[in-house]
């Protein structure tokens, strides 16, 4: 599975950091990085919880 982040649609609300810490943190703007877009098998519920929090659905999680 792997992370994809639209950086475009992305509003900085920062859900997606709170709840995927291992592979998401925010800059000093409050925008996500992504450090890792492969998520790991046992990471893979955490991803799926952060892609459906956003606000905006700049975050997917894909095959």
Request: proline share 8%.
């Amino acid at each position: 599975m792997v992370l994809r982040l639209d950086r475009i649609a992305c509003e900085g609300h920062g859900a997606c950091a709170e709840l995927l810490p291992e592979l998401i943190s925010l800059d000093e703007w409050g925008y996500p990085i992504l450090h890792q877009p492969e998520v790991p098998t046992d990471l893979t519920g955490y991803a799926r919880r952060a892609a459906a929090a956003c606000p905006v659905l700049a975050l997917r999680l894909t095959r």
